[in-house]
């Protein structure tokens, strides 16, 4: 046979299909919500609406699957939980009763049974907000400019620091 005519398999060669997956957004925490485009800042604050622990999810994330990465950092022993009712989910409720925490979370409209809450010790939940608020006094958090979700949660843990520094100047 000659060179000519031995037969030929021409293989087209492609790149995977993971290839073609739309990659960037989902592990930068950046999504679409109502709002538009936005991250979504997961915090657990001490009695003093101090911030202990942050996490990030994208903007359309529910609030129960940030309760998860959010209760697995480390920080001081809880005693009570106070949060809103994006938080009411039987396995949040569930895990809660396992590390002897007292959940303080209104039921969601749906449920059967409404639990009674305490008004007064929900009234706390405040100084989350207001935590919240102080973080958004920098403008850098306010309007997320970062392209990577690790340079913003590095800018929400400065921002964080700045509250924790301030508090201690303040008392001593």
Known sequence: MSAASAPRTIIAR???PEAYAKKGDADQSLGRSRGGFSTKIHLRSNALGLPVAVTLSGGQVSDVKGYVPIMD????RLRVLLADKGYDADFILADLEARGVAAVIPAKRNRKVQPVIDGHIYALRNLVER???KLKHS???ATRYDKTADSFLGFVLVASIRLWVRHFVHTT
């Open 139 to 141: 403008r850098r958090l």
């Open 73 to 76: 950092q480390p920080g001081p």
């Open 14 to 16: 492609r790149p995977p």
């Open 131 to 133: 935590c919240f608020s």
